[in-house]
């Protein structure tokens, strides 16, 4: 499995998504530069987070027009996978690779421990985790609340689509375990093909022991067991 | 062709949670502003451009608008003025 990381200028989490896949799962990843026009190959590609062109305008209005975004949203159509995580989800929301939009949080940026709940494992980053597990990583952002019209958050719920979402020690999605004021409690959700996943807390930092928590392993060795299915 | 100024309001769409038009929209009340019913923060966006008329100019912008600088999911923008300059 080769998996491509896209850096734009402003990323900030491509070398710990670098780490996540070739330390941790031992495959092959490649840095992408966002102007260039070609995926090297890569079978994954991964939008990862960071402040694409200063979040100007709106978090990751700009970074969607990169040059590189036409051969992802090709790989996209093609069923190839995408994973966005924190930035990289809003720039495939503002792509259009997913549904909805990520507003300013109800309350400032923030950045500690969340857990979140893996709703559906029918996808390519929840395939190797158990429906219901609870998982332990951070969150860093300021625009993290998952917005979308009734109809909108009707139709993910009732499609399965909604992948990851936050909640208490107990695994209930109750308002206290809500971050950032986003709807229903969404941390992830994936597009209808279920070949695009965003989500906004940061798995690639929760890999190993010093990090403080390494159940974002579970969601990398998704990648790698959807590639040998 | 002529040069036009184009400003644009964008705007959270109503009825979606602006917490900062919240927060200063408490902080009006806390200043002793009890009539502000609420308050809606957005950008406004001053576009220098040519076109061949003040049409052509406000329609281009409008296209900026629709690809660009609103989010079609939520938020609505309104062409504030076209000046030629």
């Known amino acids: 499995m080769k998996v491509g990381i896209v850096r734009f200028p402003g990323s900030n989490c491509e070398d710990d998504a670098w780490h996540a896949v070739v330390d941790h799962?031992?495959?092959?990843?490649?840095?992408?530069?966002?102007?260039?026009?070609?995926?090297?190959?890569?079978?994954?590609v991964i939008l990862?987070?960071?402040?694409s062109y200063g979040d100007y305008l709106r978090s990751g209005a700009i970074a969607r027009f990169s040059p590189i975004m036409n051969e992802v949203e090709a790989h996209a159509q093609r069923g190839g996978i995408v994973v966005g995580i924190c930035n990289g989800f809003q720039i495939a929301c503002e792509a259009g690779l997913l549904p909805g939009?990520?507003?300013?949080?109800?309350?400032?940026?923030?950045?500690?421990?969340?857990?979140i709940r893996v709703e559906h494992t029918d996808t390519a980053f929840s395939a190797a985790a158990h429906a219901g597990q609870c998982?332990?990583?951070?969150?860093?952002h300021g625009d993290g609340r998952f917005t979308a019209d009734d109809a909108t958050l009707d139709r993910l719920e009732g499609e399965g689509q909604v992948i990851f979402?936050?909640?208490?020690?107990?695994?209930?999605?109750?308002?206290?375990?809500?971050?950032?004021?986003?709807?229903?409690?969404?941390a992830g959700v994936c597009n209808a093909a279920?070949?695009?996943?965003?989500?906004?807390?940061?798995?690639?930092?929760?890999?190993?022991?010093?990090?403080?928590?390494?159940?974002?392993?579970?969601?990398?060795?998704?990648?790698?067991?959807?590639?040998?299915? | 062709m002529t040069s036009y100024r184009v400003a644009v309001?964008?705007?959270?769409?109503?009825?979606?949670?602006?917490?900062?038009?919240?927060?200063v929209t408490e902080a009006l009340h806390s200043l002793g502003f009890a009539a502000v019913a609420e308050v809606h923060v957005g950008r406004h966006l001053v576009i220098q451009t040519v076109a061949a008329d003040a049409a052509a100019?406000?329609?281009?912008?409008r296209a900026m608008c629709a690809k660009l600088l609103a989010n079609p999911v939520t938020e609505d923008f309104e062409i504030a003025s076209v000046v030629a300059a």
């Open chain 1, 135 to 140: 998982l332990t990583m951070p969150i860093a």
């Open chain 2, 57 to 61: 100019a406000e329609a281009s912008v």
């Open chain 1, 101 to 115: 939009a990520l507003l300013r949080n109800d309350r400032g940026y923030r950045s500690m421990p969340v857990t």
């Open chain 2, 9 to 23: 309001h964008v705007v959270p769409r109503r009825g979606i949670l602006d917490p900062q038009g919240k927060a």
């Open chain 1, 165 to 186: 979402r936050y909640v208490d020690a107990a695994g209930h999605p109750t308002d206290a375990a809500n971050p950032n004021g986003t709807m229903r409690n969404i």
């Open chain 1, 25 to 44: 799962l031992g495959e092959e990843a490649v840095i992408l530069w966002h102007k260039d026009h070609d995926l090297q190959g890569s079978d994954v």
């Open chain 1, 48 to 51: 990862p987070g960071g402040f």
């Open chain 1, 194 to 229: 279920r070949n695009v996943i965003g989500l906004m807390p940061h798995p690639e930092r929760a890999m190993e022991p010093l990090h403080g928590s390494t159940d974002g392993l579970v969601l990398f060795q998704s990648l790698l067991a959807t590639a040998r299915a």
